[in-house]
């Protein structure tokens, strides 16, 4: 999740320039935001809230020990703060010191044992009690305990305009001893397992180690495989390995540097040239070519991220169910996958996505059919037609095609649509405040529970204005809070699914396409894997 977090999705189209780029604006793009959902596999869902279960210490494998990761990527990180910072290029960094209590799993469909070995919660669903691993280490040295624990959630929790969303169900974080966490709610909340898997409850040393929160951040330490070493800011960020890691045999890597290279083919002339081991996001339309380049493998690694058109409901005359209807109707997605993303992705069918816990595949959304868009249209307030402004990010090829795209295809329904560009943190302020009419945007996630998405998409008081939206539907704001509140992975399932069915009848938003995470790498890098929500351990990984 990011302000305008730069991490980039590059593609191309047959009549525009190669190469298209959409910058990465945050896992909850509105949220200062805040990686795409290819998903082969159907959702099993997740019972988010903890469960008994038992410890479950990561194996070592047989790696190659010794090496230089380089990753060269297109921007550089914002800033190392986890309470604060939504930049995905700052979170894949910083979670290789900060470590969680329960991590995602691979597939991003729950959560399992990280810090804390065990855990369960109590019968009435108001408290979970984590047992913490024995023998953790910070990188100074210092044993991690139940007060480092307490004092990095509570932190998370009280920040403004940061991550403290996601810790609104907590009540109060409890330490009956050293190596025991109690975290209370103030009502039974089913995310909360997935909740304390997301990167802002990252565990550092209470009271940031004796130094003040700035000068903490500016040379932080966890507990992860890496420790912090060098950030030359605009040209690259190096961590070095941590010798006391917790888990045995790891890192292999010795360092691992996030090296700054903003054009598309240099990154690639230097990953073939042996200069750098990962090129993280290619351009779709380079992919074709690195698949047959000796010694280079290509990854479309399976992420949450959504794109979408944004219609201000409370400009007239978006407020009108037909008028976003007709819009939606309109969107030929099969042609913006074939020619924008070259394939790489699929139509979008919900605003939640293929690899998030309890998407229901069989809800059809609103799919391109003109003569569907024109009954809506003349149903509506506005039948004659209207003028609008899309505000498009300047610079952002991608962003540019698909309001192309969208500017030809309203046309037929006597909807003339200006495009007006602005810079993409000026689009990103202006949608934020509901100073626009149309738009594109997207999303990714960042924990194993659909609700970070749900309430910042369906309920306006979550502080994300229903994705910038202004959509205000009682009726579904009551299924949002009932299934936060829903333990049962059968009621839930059929929660979400009616959820996702009325979001989709309504016409909130026109949803796009789904796509996955490019990377391409040497031949020389082993057990490189990114998760869902783009982030990944590179503890695993050698050379």
């Known amino acids: 999740m990011s302000d305008q977090s730069t991490d980039a999705l590059n593609t191309s189209h047959s009549e525009i320039p190669a190469g298209l780029r959409v910058p990465m604006i945050s896992r909850r793009r509105m949220l200062r935001l805040g990686a795409l959902g290819i998903g082969a596999f159907s959702a099993a869902p997740l019972l988010a809230a903890c469960g008994s279960t038992s410890s479950a210490q990561p194996s070592s494998g ?10 060269v990527r297109a921007n550089d990180s914002v800033d190392m703060d986890k309470t604060t910072v939504f930049s995905n290029a700052s979170i894949w960094v910083y979670q290789q010191m900060y470590e969680t209590l329960v991590a995602m799993t691979d597939d991003g469909q729950g959560v399992k044992p990280w810090l804390a070995e065990s855990y369960e919660m109590s019968p009435d669903n108001l408290s979970c009690t984590l047992k913490l691993r024995p023998g953790v280490k910070f990188h100074n040295g210092q044993p991690m305990t139940s007060a480092d624990v307490k004092f990095s959630i509570d932190e998370s929790s009280k920040t403004k305009g940061g991550w403290e969303f996601i810790n609104s169900a907590i009540k109060e974080v409890t330490t009956p001893d050293d190596l025991t966490v109690v975290v209370t709610t103030k009502y039974p909340w089913a995310p909360l397992l997935a909740d304390l898997s997301c990167p802002n409850n990252g565990i550092i040393p209470k009271d940031y180690g004796g130094k003040t929160a700035k000068e903490f951040y500016a040379a932080p330490i966890g507990t992860g495989a890496f420790m912090w070493d060098t950030w030359k800011k605009g040209d690259f960020i190096r961590l070095k390995k941590n010798p006391s890691y917790w888990q045995a045999g790891k890192p292999a890597l010795d360092t691992v540097t996030w090296k700054v290279v903003p054009d598309d083919n240099a990154r690639s002339i230097q990953l ?26 290509v990854d479309l690694f399976p992420s949450t991220r959504t794109d979408y058109i944004l219609m201000n409901q409370t400009k007239t005359p978006y407020a009108d169910v037909h008028v976003r209807r007709a819009i939606s109707y309109a969107i030929d997605r099969d042609a913006l996958v074939k020619n924008i993303l070259f394939g790489n992705g699929t139509v979008a069918n919900s605003f939640m996505m293929p690899s998030t816990p309890y998407y229901d595949k069989d809800t059809p959304g609103l799919q391109y059919d003109m003569d569907k868009a024109r009954q809506e249209m003349q149903q509506s307030s506005v039948a004659g037609g209207f003028k609008t402004t899309f505000l498009a990010m300047s610079g952002d090829s991608v962003d540019a095609a698909i309001a192309q795209v969208l500017q030809a295809s309203l046309k037929e329904l006597g909807i003339t649509m200006d495009i007006q560009n602005v810079d993409a943190s000026a689009q990103h302020d202006m949608t934020t405040k509901l100073q626009y009419e149309i738009a594109h945007s997207y999303w990714t996630m960042d924990l194993a529970d659909p609700d970070e998405l749900v309430q910042y998409a369906l309920d306006p008081t979550s502080g994300g204005h229903s994705f910038n939206t202004g959509y205000d539907n009682k009726a579904l704001i009551d299924l949002v809070h009932q299934a936060q509140k829903e333990f049962d992975k059968t009621k839930r399932q059929a929660l979400y699914t009616d959820i996702q069915k009325q979001a989709a009848d309504s016409a909130f938003l026109a949803f796009l396409f789904y796509t996955p995470f490019p990377y391409s790498q040497g031949a020389d890098v082993k057990n490189f894997k990114v998760l869902p929500t783009g982030s990944y351990h590179l503890e695993d990984v050698s050379l």
């Open 272 to 297: 073939q040239g042996g200069q750098a081991q990962i090129n993280e996001n290619p351009p779709f339309s380079s992919l074709a070519q690195l698949k047959n380049t000796p010694n280079v493998k």
């Open 62 to 71: 047989g790696s190659k020990k010794g090496g230089d990761l380089v990753i």
